[in-house]
């Protein structure tokens, strides 16, 4: 699900499959443990990306996921703490 997603995003982000969008696969994935998935939907909440608003506190949420996740390597943990560290420290 998570490659099908990342394949639609780069297609066209207007892309829509009976109303399945890719933000809808990231979600999906990220619900099934996904660890890419987490990290993608954190940094589309920090950056405004997959027709999401900007809203770090969702952001932190899903790198929280990762830091906790027993899937993730210690790089994507390490990866998602910086980013929470970087969200928190803005006003």
């Not at 207007?14 to 660890?35: Q, W």
Request: charged share 35%; with cysteine.
């Amino acid at each position: 699900m998570f490659e099908l997603a990342v394949m639609l995003t780069k297609i066209r982000s207007e892309c829509r499959l009976d109303g399945v969008t890719p933000r809808i696969l990231y979600e999906r994935a990220a619900d099934a443990g996904n660890v890419s998935a987490l990290l993608a939907l954190g940094d589309a909440y920090k950056e405004g990306r997959l027709d999401l608003p900007t809203n770090a506190a969702e952001a932190i949420q899903y790198y929280r996921r990762v830091t906790e996740s027993s899937e993730a390597t210690d790089d994507q943990k390490e990866q998602a703490r910086k980013k929470i560290e970087e969200l928190e420290k803005q006003p």
